[in-house]
């Protein structure tokens, strides 16, 4: 864990996503849930060393299963945009069970991550929201881009912003849910100047800068002008697999998880094909 500003605590070590905790007077209010129950229990504890205080909220900054599996261990609130809401309240115990069969290590994680109850929000906002507890105003906006209803949250004294999966490091980007065109506009208005000497906080993977976002961007760009050119040709969505190879160098790849990396990408390019096909890629 580490204090990026004052009351200002990240964990980036966690397997698959970022997490934090901001620290104030009457509570924590959480950024994001860890996906493994033993990450968990380390960030409970990790949390216990800083104050013994209560969590107030969670704030989800979108509906991935990496971000929402662990609520249940948290007694509070949830709060995330009304669509990452609408995703989440449309989930069922099937979709645990089958997070559960793909991403346990082994036949101990796979019980704890089966026996999951899902905690779906309380609360939802639709433009922006403060967040005002504790001495500390938390202030949450909806920036579509890496999914319909993604959430940043800034901290401007502090010079601190989260984005969510609108900036991943180290790893191949999330497309699948994504809206590609608003995706590339939020990234271009993240290094415009008004975030200059922030720490930006992306959904897995190490605290950054703001420049530091041409990565994902460029790897977004090839990615439509890939499918854009296989479409326009008059190719089916199927083709879209042989584009996959030519992400690949893109971004690391760590031993083990090139064919989960490979269904992502996948994935990926058979969402921007639909969004050129029904024109919401405009």
């Not at 082994?106 to 704890?112: C, G, H, P, Q, S």
């Not at 609108?166 to 590339?184: E, G, Q, R």
């Not at 760009?221 to 479409?231: D, E, F, I, K, S």
């Amino acid at each position: 864990m580490r204090q990026i500003a004052p009351g200002i605590h990240v964990e980036t070590t966690y397997r698959r996503v970022n997490v934090a905790a901001i620290e104030t007077d009457e509570g924590f209010i959480l950024i994001d849930t860890p996906t493994y129950p033993t990450d968990v229990r380390d960030w409970q504890e990790k949390l216990s060393t800083i104050a013994d205080l209560p969590v107030l909220y969670i704030v989800n900054t979108d509906h991935h299963r990496d971000r929402i599996l662990g609520h249940q261990w948290f007694d509070a609130p949830v709060i995330a945009h009304r669509a990452a809401a609408d995703e989440m309240l449309a989930l069922s115990q099937t979709f645990v069970t089958a997070a559960a069969e793909e991403i346990a290590a082994d036949d101990n994680e796979l019980v704890e991550l089966a026996g999951v109850r899902l905690v779906p929000p309380h609360i939802s906002y639709e433009t922006a929201m403060t967040i005002k507890k504790g001495g500390r105003d938390v202030t949450l906006t909806h920036v579509p881009g890496a999914t319909a209803g993604s959430t940043w949250i800034e901290f401007p004294e502090e010079k601190v912003i989260f984005v969510g999966d609108h900036i991943v490091t180290n790893t191949h980007p999330f497309m699948a849910d994504s809206v590609s065109k608003a995706w590339l506009d939020a990234l271009t208005w993240l290094r415009r100047g008004r975030f200059d000497g922030y720490k930006v906080v992306p959904g897995r993977g190490g605290v950054t800068k703001a420049e530091n976002s041409h990565v994902v961007s460029d790897y977004v760009r090839t990615a439509r002008r890939r499918v854009q050119g296989l479409y326009r040709s008059g190719r089916p969505r199927a083709d879209t697999v042989s584009l996959v190879e030519g992400l690949l160098p893109q971004f690391p790849i760590r031993n083990g998880d090139r064919d989960e990396i490979l269904r992502r990408i996948r994935a990926g390019l058979e969402h921007i094909y639909d969004e050129h096909k029904t024109g919401g890629d405009e």
